[in-house]
C-alpha cells in the first residue's frame, strides 16, 4: 500500500525567512502525482501546488516551490519570504490511481509556525 | 471562482442517533469524494462517485452510506452515530481523470454526544 511520511511534526521559521517541509512517499507505481495542502486554523484544506510524477521539472507557485526526487521517493515544499498568512497545518499527498478512483492518501501533516 | 459547497457546516447529534451531509460540487466536476478527518489527524478517505457510481470505497462503516445524484451533488448518511464518528467531514471535487486535482469543500463538524 502506498504510504506517505512527514517526519517532522512541528516546523517554525520567522517572518521573511524561507522553509522547507520534508515529504517522502512509497508507491511501486511509475506514474502518480504528489500535492501539498494547507490546512489553516479555519480547517479549510487549500491546494498548494501540485507536481506531475512524470515531468522533470519541480513545480512553482509563486513563493511556494518544490524540490521533487523521484528516484528517491521525496517531494520537500520550500516556501520563500515566509508570512504570517502561511501558518498553518501542511499536508503531503500522493494520489492513487487503481482502477478509476484518484483518492487522495495524506501524510500526518507539520505544522508550521511563522514568528514575527 | 465557485467552489464546492457542504451542507451544514455544523452538526451535533446524539448517540444513535442519524445524520445527512450534503456536498454540491464546482460546476461541471463529475467526480466526488468523501474524507473523514479525526481531532489531530489527517484525512482519511472513505468513498467517491464518479458520474453518479460509485467509484471507489475505503475506510468508511457499513453504518454510513452515500450516493451521487443526477445533478451531481453527493450525500453521506450516517445512522447509529457513535462517539468515535465525531470529526470533520470533507467533500472534494474534481473533473474526474488523470489530471485531475480535487478541490475541498469547508467540510461539516459532526459532533456526537
Known amino acids: 500500500a502506498q504510504t506517505v511520511t512527514q517526519s517532522q511534526p512541528e516546523m517554525s521559521v520567522q517572518e521573511a525567512e524561507t522553509v522547507t517541509l520534508s515529504c517522502t512517499y512509497d508507491t511501486s507505481e511509475s506514474d502518480y502525482y504528489l500535492f501539498w495542502y494547507k490546512q489553516p486554523p479555519s480547517r479549510q484544506m487549500i491546494l498548494v501546488i501540485r507536481q506531475e510524477a512524470y515531468k522533470q521539472q519541480n513545480a512553482t507557485e509563486n513563493r511556494f516551490s518544490v524540490n521533487f526526487q523521484k528516484a528517491a521517493k521525496s517531494f520537500s515544499l520550500k516556501i520563500s519570504d515566509s508570512q504570517l498568512g502561511d501558518a498553518a497545518m501542511y499536508f503531503c499527498?500522493?494520489?492513487?490511481?487503481?482502477?478509476?478512483?484518484?483518492?487522495?492518501?495524506f501524510g500526518k501533516g507539520t505544522k508550521l509556525t511563522v514568528n514575527p | 471562482a465557485a467552489g464546492v459547497i457542504q451542507s451544514p457546516r455544523h452538526l451535533i447529534k446524539e448517540k444513535r442517533e442519524t445524520a445527512t451531509l450534503k456536498c454540491y460540487p464546482i460546476p461541471r466536476h463529475d467526480t466526488v469524494y468523501w474524507y473523514q478527518q479525526g481531532p489531530g489527524q489527517d484525512p482519511q478517505f472513505l468513498i467517491s462517485?464518479?458520474?453518479?457510481?460509485?467509484?471507489d470505497k475505503g475506510s468508511i462503516p457499513d453504518r454510513f452510506s452515500a450516493q451521487q445524484f443526477s445533478d451531481y451533488h453527493s450525500e453521506l448518511n450516517m445512522s447509529s452515530l457513535e462517539l468515535g464518528d465525531s470529526a470533520l467531514y470533507f467533500c472534494a471535487s474534481s473533473t474526474g481523470g488523470d489530471t485531475d486535482t480535487q478541490y475541498f469543500g469547508p467540510g461539516t463538524r459532526l459532533t456526537v454526544l
Open positions: 499527498a500522493y494520489r492513487v490511481t487503481q482502477g478509476g478512483s484518484e483518492k487522495l492518501v
Open positions: 462517485f464518479y458520474e453518479k457510481m460509485q467509484s
